[in-house]
């Protein structure tokens, strides 16, 4: 798989949690979560780009949290 842009929303296929793709480094690709957060590292061969329906369940989730005053 060619390297994703950074930008991008990606799917960790070992954890099926969406992320944005902030950089790679090393063999790794960082992923940041949806609305911000700690990120992670993740082998390219276990991302796949996410798909509209993910992403907009990703940031109705985040948002729903937000509101029940989870995350700020």
Do not use: K
Request: with cysteine; glycine share 12%.
């Amino acid at each position: 798989m060619n390297a994703l842009p950074i930008g991008t929303y990606a799917v960790d296929t070992r954890t099926g949690e969406v992320g944005r793709v902030m950089g790679h480094e090393g063999p790794y690709v960082q992923l940041r979560p949806f609305g911000g957060g700690r990120e992670w590292d993740c082998a390219p061969d276990a991302l796949r780009t996410a798909t509209t329906s993910e992403r907009l369940r990703a940031a109705t989730a985040y948002a729903n949290a937000r509101s029940r005053g989870e995350v700020l």
